[in-house]
């Protein structure tokens, strides 16, 4: 097995729950891919989950810290949590909707740890999300 997966069943084990078909589904929507809309994740496990169980299995994995939820104004996309791949941010296209990685950036992440330990605050984590219009659009 490899190894995101292992972590996603040692995750679920930990709570007692078990890897069952629509939640391997539903990690199988989100992994290696960009933030999805739940319209996206239900049409990506068709014949392997129904709309409730993908509805209920993103609601666990929301609540166990294993997906979490971008707010994009007043929609929100689904995209596994950073424990499960490489901290990044978001560039949303306000015109098409379709959200692209902004890869990570050493000198932003330090500034943001920097601007939060002056105001006395220890960062733990955060998202930035940045909206405009992508080359297509624009
Ligand atoms: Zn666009
Ligand atoms: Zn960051």
Redo the contacts with the bound molecule.
């Keep these: 097995m490899d190894k995101p997966l292992e972590q996603l069943r040692t995750t679920l084990k930990k709570h007692r729950q078990s890897l069952t078909g629509a939640r391997l589904a539903v990690f199988k929507a989100l992994e290696n891919k960009e933030p999805q809309t739940m319209r996206e994740i239900v049409a990506a496990c068709a014949g392997k989950a129904d709309r409730a169980s993908v509805y209920r299995t993103v609601a666990l994995f929301e609540r166990l810290g294993i997906a979490q939820r971008l707010q994009i104004g007043w929609k929100y996309k689904l995209e596994l949590s950073d424990a499960f791949h490489r901290h990044h941010h978001h560039l949303t ?6 959200t692209f990685p902004l890869p990570e950036d050493r000198q932003l992440e330090a500034g943001l740890h920097s601007l939060s330990r002056a105001q006395g605050f220890l960062m733990k984590d955060h998202q930035l999300e940045i909206q405009g ?5 624009i």
């Design positions: 296209c306000l015109s098409c909707g379709r219009l992508c080359k297509d659009c």
